[in-house]
């Protein structure tokens, strides 16, 4: 494991009213010979926008757009869109957010929307329609398999404690909606767990980065393995984290001592993961598969 030289790669922006605060937790995508990095910001009114930044070496951010790139549009969310998860299919860049709104019931949603490929490469963000497809279950931490299995989609999200599955036809709506893991007791994870970014189809299985919380809310990641045809069978849980709240930028900032991830990239045998530090600043970690999997 090797965090980045260059950490914190992004950081807020005094001058920018949605991104004051901090810039966090990214989605990541590789398309087009560059890392497309949508993060999310928070700026002085305390909502969580999306901002979009690209690296060609996954390293070094080389663009930084200075406008947000998603920005709340529905009463369901008015306090922010957060978190964002995105899966590449059929040309179509599908995305999994947090919708959070300001109503003591059923506040945070997962929300998904869409954005073609074209458009993304090209720096134009129309974004299609948004729709929830568990409305008013209080759920977050969505993430979508980047490809059908037996003919259908597949989503883990989280419904406290547990990482939860979800099967759809259509993207529209789901079912079979249940828990897949739970938190281990005595363990760093004995809280809740749930997903980083979407899995990433590797020879063995869905390689698959999540986040597990203890009793103190230290956020650290672990990985497993889950079998190719099964979103049931998990294959390997890892016994220890595989990353956790170390350097400053990790135990200071808004939420203390957490990383929490929403995206990574395998670029040959190197798996590039995108974490928040601390809730305040994007970092980034290096890991080799081969060095990973064993
Ligand atoms: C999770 C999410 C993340 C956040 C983390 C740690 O539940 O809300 O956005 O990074 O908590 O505060």
């Known amino acids: ?75 369901y969310e008015n306090l922010g869109c957060e978190d964002p998860r995105l899966i590449l299919m059929d040309g179509e860049c599908l995305m999994t957010y947090t919708a959070y709104r300001n109503s003591p019931m059923n506040a945070f949603q997962i929300s998904l929307t869409k954005v073609s490929l074209e458009d993304l490469l090209s720096g134009r963000w129309n974004w299609g329609e948004r729709w929830l497809p568990f409305e008013g279950i209080h759920n977050k931490n969505a993430v979508i398999f980047p490809r059908k299995i037996e003919g259908h989609y597949v989503m883990y999200s989280r419904i406290d404690p547990d990482l939860c599955v979800a099967y759809s036809e259509d993207l529209k709506s789901w079912c079979d909606l249940k828990a897949v893991m739970h938190p281990r007791p005595n363990s760093w994870d004995c809280l809740k767990v749930g997903a980083a970014g979407p899995p990433i189809e ?88 081969g060095e990973l999997l064993p």
């Open 1 to 75: 494991m090797k965090r980045f030289e260059g950490n914190p790669i992004l950081e807020s922006v005094p001058g920018h009213y949605w991104e004051t605060r901090t810039v966090f937790n990214a989605a990541a995508l590789y398309a087009g010979e560059r890392v497309h990095i949508l993060y999310r910001a928070i700026g002085d009114d305390g909502v969580s926008r999306l901002g979009y930044a690209e690296s060609s070496d996954g390293y070094t951010i080389d663009k930084r757009q200075p406008e947000p790139v998603f920005t709340p549009s529905n009463s």
């Open 202 to 289: 590797i020879n063995e299985g869905w390689l698959f980065i999540y986040h597990g919380v203890d009793f103190d809310y230290v956020y650290r990641l672990g990985a497993l393995l889950i079998d190719k045809d099964d979103p049931e069978r998990i294959l390997y849980r890892s016994e220890k984290p595989i990353l956790e709240p170390q350097e400053d930028y990790e135990r200071f900032g808004k939420v203390p001592n957490v990383v929490f991830s929403c995206g990574s990239v395998l670029l040959d045998d190197r798996l590039l993961v995108y974490y928040g530090g601390a809730d305040t600043v994007l970092c980034g970690v290096e890991y080799d598969l």
